[in-house]
């Protein structure tokens, strides 16, 4: 008998509904409990230039070994997982059990394969997850001794994990500053800025004076809280100022 789908609505809708980081928590292991999932983690990267960006990569799970769980963390383990490392390169889940597969593996992803496999975590899924202005994320779920799930329950922890990941990116940025306000004129030249054209040619493209150019630059740069061009252009792009 097909699976009942209510529990991807459900899903769905506490994740529309949530209001805090916690009630994210209760809607996952609630969708999760009526699948193959006995374990779950679940990975948020910042984009560079992001007021949130400090180069540490945001953790959370349930599930899986206390004594794992603790060595993942403070030895920052996600740096050499070959799913979380390569996930914004995916355009499907992966198992665990094909990652010795994967092209071009490193020698510490060689011994991350090496240190989970003595584990014996059983068979698992790694889903890529995307959000606004190149927010993505990565979902690791274990399965256990349950085997792999059905084909069409792997597309509802896809569609659940993505779910859960945009309701994530919505509280996130709801707490994050937003005050930056940049004019028409400003964003336009911040565009050209991050396209790599130099004040000449952006006066040029538009018309403008160089010394014009140079004074929204100034502008784009206090407003953004940034010092360089680079920068700029970075935190335009996390901002989804600049496409």
């Avoid at 020698?107 to 959000?131: H, M, Q, T």
């Avoid at 990565?138 to 085997?147: D, K, V």
Wanted: aromatic share 10%.
């Amino acid at each position: 008998m097909p699976r009942d789908m209510e529990y991807l609505r459900e899903c769905f809708r506490a994740c529309r509904d949530a209001q805090t980081f916690r009630d994210l928590q209760v809607a996952a292991k609630a969708f999760y409990g009526s699948t193959h999932v006995v374990m779950a983690s679940y990975f948020h990267y910042p984009p560079v230039g992001a007021h949130d960006f400090d180069g540490q990569i945001r953790v959370g799970e349930f599930g899986y070994p206390d004594a794992w769980r603790k060595t993942y963390l403070e030895e920052k383990l996600y740096l050499s997982d070959p799913l979380a490392r390569r996930a914004a390169s995916f355009t499907r889940p992966y198992f665990w059990s094909e990652v010795p597969a994967l092209p071009n593996l490193t020698e510490d992803e060689l011994e991350y394969i090496k240190r989970v496999s003595a584990l014996n975590l059983g068979e698992g899924l790694g889903i890529p997850l995307f959000g606004p202005a190149g927010r993505n994320g990565y979902a690791a779920l274990g399965f256990g001794n349950n085997g792999r799930p059905p084909p069409d329950q792997i597309l509802e922890l896809q569609a659940g994990a993505q779910m859960g990941h945009l309701a994530y990116c919505r509280l996130l940025l709801r707490d994050l500053p937003n005050g930056t306000n940049l004019s028409t004129r400003e964003r336009e030249i911040l565009r050209w800025v991050a396209r790599g054209r130099t004040n000449s040619q952006i006066a040029e493209v538009l018309h403008l004076s160089r010394n014009t150019v140079e004074t929204y630059i100034r502008r784009c740069f206090e407003k953004l809280d940034v010092n360089d061009r680079v920068s700029a252009a970075l935190r335009g792009i996390a901002l989804g100022m600049v496409d």
